[in-house]
């Protein structure tokens, strides 16, 4: 049981993550139903589903980041979980702009707590030579989840508009208002699970951390001594996920619009490459990031993301130009996962990049990098340049092609830039720990 339970939290992280990704990814289901009904432009559309939910998720990730660096983990994710699962739900209470704004912003709060102490936990839980997989575990809820979201979405679409189900406590409701409801409430169930199976794991701390809990200028002191090694890597990561990010907000609307599918139709094509081809190269990247450290490479996490961005841009931007359906959702299959080999692996980098005791906050400033650019920026930015480059909502396609290019090719210069001095640092930190 001892070699099992490690792995059961994992799960229930991996659980956790799923609703954080089904949560946060509904919003593109439908941004139809919504944009129609609360007259509202893509542009609004993107702060909804980007800006609103990065903003909140970026400022709190770094209160949540110090909290387990020095408190409980366990109860920050339970409490968050809880959090982001009934801001969800209130997306279908909503009546305007400002209203469905917040309460994505509020998702954003809930869900900046599960990743630092996820992080942590896992990284206490397991040796450097098992955390490839067990992350990769954990990385396959933003899959599952992402799947999920666009299947479960599309599917609830469809039956709630051509049923005109409503729920007893919400007369009157728009279809989308429902769904909204319907996705969010399960997520209380789940957070009471982990709070009655899951234990606090005790810290894996080296000698030179056992006496004392470093604090926030610790904190900045060691990322600036070793910026050649996190800054390049950092904005790297970032790069990657641009060309993911980019995706679950405006893919599903693409193929909509370019290929006249309906949201259930969308919702089981684009899930299975979520669920099923983004399973698969997470599990896969972490398997073979571990055998690459196990043979004395402990930048494998790093070597495996080089790799699967140079396949998965070319992937994406095809499945973004060519008109066919079929092939544009096979390459789409395949870029995901190719793109989702990064997942686990972006895990693994940060836990190596960081002594036990500043995991959490540095989980948190990769975070807010991740997210700032995946979340913040990349949506808007991505309706910006469909409308004032190429014709409109039409040009949302070519929008995408466009940042996949750019941002691949910044991924990998960055990361080349980054690979020696954080293989230098991550060496440097695994001699000091027991």
Known sequence: MQRIYPYYVVACLMLASALSYLDRLALSMLIEPVKADLALS????????????????????????????????RNAIVAGLALWSLATAACGLARNFGTLFAARSMIGVGEASLNPAGYSMIADYFTAGRRGLATAIFACGATLGGGLAIMLGGTLVDWVYAT????????????????????????????????????????????????????????????????????????????????????????????????????????MVLGIGFGVGGTIGLI??????????????????????????????????????????????LLFCLGMASASVVGGCQIAMVQSLAPNRLRGIMAALFGACVNL??????????????????????????????MTALTGTGAILLILTGLRPGRDLATRLAGERP
């Open 42 to 73: 893509d542009t609004q559309i993107s702060l909804l589903a980007g800006t609103a939910f990065a903003a909140t998720y970026v400022l709190f990730a770094f209160f949540f980041g110090r909290w387990v660096d020095r408190h409980g983990r």
């Open 164 to 267: 005109g189900a409503t729920l007893p406590f919400l007369p009157g409701a728009r279809g989308w208002q429902t769904v909204f409801v319907m996705i969010g409430l399960p997520g209380l169930l789940v957070a009471v699970l982990l709070l009655l199976t899951v234990r606090e794991p005790g810290r894996r701390l080296a000698p030179t951390e056992a006496d004392t809990i470093p604090g926030i200028a610790d904190a900045l002191r060691f990322a600036r001594a070793n910026a050649r090694a996190l800054a390049p890597l950092f904005a790297g990561y970032a790069c990657t996920a641009v060309i993911g990010y980019s995706f679950m907000v405006w893919g599903p609307v693409h193929f909509m619009r370019l290929h006249g599918l309906s949201a259930g139709d969308v919702g």
């Open 284 to 329: 896969g990247g972490g398997i073979i990031a571990d055998r690459i450290v196990s043979r004395g490479r402990i930048d494998g996490p790093i070597l495996v993301t080089l790799a699967a961005v140079a396949l998965d841009a070319p992937l994406f931007i095809g499945a973004y130009l060519v008109g066919d359906v079929l092939l544009a959702a």
């Open 373 to 402: 650019a995946g979340f913040g920026i990349a949506p808007a930015l991505t309706a910006g340049l469909a409308q004032s480059l190429f014709g409109g909502e039409m040009g949302i396609g070519k929008a995408l092609a466009t």
